[in-house]
């Protein structure tokens, strides 16, 4: 005879449970995302399709594009190595400080990226520690692109390692022990054993790496001195437009910022869906 317990089990909910959880959710997701994502096109299309394209291909604009897409295309593949390279270094190894080094890979998630900036500056800037040995040697960090990409790549710093620490030590060490016994190297276990075991993950690291990249604000417009068609990226050219009051052509450009950013959740959800058929085979 089934009892009450079994025919109700705690991990159910009542239909109306169920119903209320599915509203709030919806609800929340509509008011908070969707709606401000719905506003930003509208408002940018506001004026017709030719100012829209007019503020896309101005030069200033242009030029952000290319300083967002230089600091990711740095910054992402620099964030790569040092994922990679922590990751394995803390599941595959034993060593005095590994819980500092843990602690350190989530300093910029807790340091407000403005701190971020105003540290580079006061050791980088020219009234900083190394400023007057820089300018001596004619070496510009501060309000160039170097800054803007030590900025985006310290910013992103955590996010391929913190993907990748859980899913390596849930697969333990067996695995390339058994390649070291057999006479394997390290590269080899590496490439042949850890790597397909990590490959999607790794790329959903860089994927959230890539997104934060596009989208950093605070750290950038410290260090950058917002140049205008130099060192403004696109999250400052719509600050910039915006504070001109030139609202069509500030929304036209959060809407390019806001389509990286969809085209960035769709390769999320693809990489989801082939990680989930490769477990699923």
Same mark, same amino acid.
């Given at each position: 005879?089934?009892?009450?317990? !079994?025919?109700?089990?705690?991990?159910? !909910?009542?239909?109306?449970?169920?119903?209320?959880?599915?509203?709030?959710?919806?609800?929340?997701?509509? &008011?908070?995302?969707? +709606?401000?994502?719905?506003?930003?096109?509208?408002?940018?299309?506001?004026?017709?399709?030719?100012?829209?394209?007019?503020? &896309?291909?101005?030069?200033?604009?242009?030029?952000? &594009?290319?300083?967002?897409?230089?600091?990711?295309?740095?910054?992402?593949?620099?964030?790569?190595?040092?994922?990679?390279?922590?990751?394995?270094?803390?599941?595959?190894?034993?060593?005095?400080?590994?819980?500092?080094?843990?602690?350190?890979?989530?300093?910029?998630?807790?340091?407000?990226?403005?701190?971020?900036?105003?540290?580079?500056? /006061?050791?980088?800037?020219?009234?900083?520690?190394?400023?007057?040995?820089?300018? !001596?040697?004619?070496?510009?960090?501060?309000?160039?692109?170097?800054?803007?990409?030590?900025? *985006?790549?310290?910013?992103?710093?955590?996010?391929?390692?913190?993907? /990748?620490?859980?899913?390596?030590?849930?697969?333990?060490?067996?695995?390339?022990?058994?390649?070291?016994?057999?006479?394997?190297?390290?590269?080899? *276990?590496?490439?042949?054993?850890? +790597?397909?075991?990590?490959?999607?993950?790794?790329?959903?690291?860089?994927?959230?790496?890539?997104?934060?990249?596009?989208?950093?604000?605070?750290?950038?417009?410290?260090?950058?001195?917002?140049?205008?068609?130099?060192?403004?990226?696109?999250?400052?050219?719509?600050?910039?437009?915006?504070? !001109?009051?030139?609202?069509?052509?500030?929304?036209?450009?959060?809407?390019? +910022?806001?389509?990286?950013?969809?085209?960035?959740?769709?390769?999320?959800?693809?990489?989801?869906?082939?990680?989930?058929?490769?477990?699923?085979?």
């Amino acid at each position: 005879m089934t009892s009450k317990f !079994e025919r109700n089990p705690a991990t159910r !909910e009542s239909p109306w449970v169920r119903r209320t959880l599915l509203l709030i959710g919806l609800s929340f997701f509509a &008011l908070f995302l969707l +709606l401000p994502l719905a506003a930003v096109f509208v408002e940018a299309l506001r004026k017709g399709w030719a100012t829209y394209f007019e503020a &896309l291909a101005d030069a200033e604009t242009l030029s952000a &594009l290319k300083l967002t897409l230089i600091a990711a295309a740095i910054s992402v593949p620099v964030n790569l190595v040092f994922g990679v390279c922590t990751a394995w270094a803390v599941t595959k190894h034993d060593f005095r400080g590994k819980g500092l080094l843990l602690t350190l890979i989530d300093l910029p998630f807790s340091v407000s990226p403005v701190v971020v900036g105003l540290s580079f500056m /006061l050791v980088l800037g020219a009234q900083g520690w190394l400023g007057p040995w820089l300018a !001596e040697h004619d070496i510009k960090i501060m309000f160039a692109v170097p800054g803007i990409v030590l900025a *985006t790549t310290f910013i992103t710093l955590p996010f391929v390692a913190r993907e /990748l620490i859980p899913l390596m030590q849930a697969q333990g060490r067996d695995e390339e022990e058994a390649a070291t016994v057999l006479g394997a190297g390290g590269w080899q *276990t590496f490439w042949h054993v850890t +790597l397909p075991n990590i490959k999607w993950g790794l790329l959903y690291g860089v994927i959230l790496c890539n997104a934060r990249a596009f989208g950093e604000f605070g750290a950038v417009s410290v260090v950058s001195g917002h140049i205008r068609g130099q060192t403004n990226t696109l999250p400052l050219h719509v600050e910039i437009l915006y504070n !001109e009051y030139q609202f069509s052509a500030a929304f036209a450009v959060a809407s390019l +910022l806001a389509l990286l950013a969809l085209v960035t959740l769709a390769i999320k959800q693809y990489v989801e869906w082939q990680a989930h058929r490769a477990h699923a085979s």
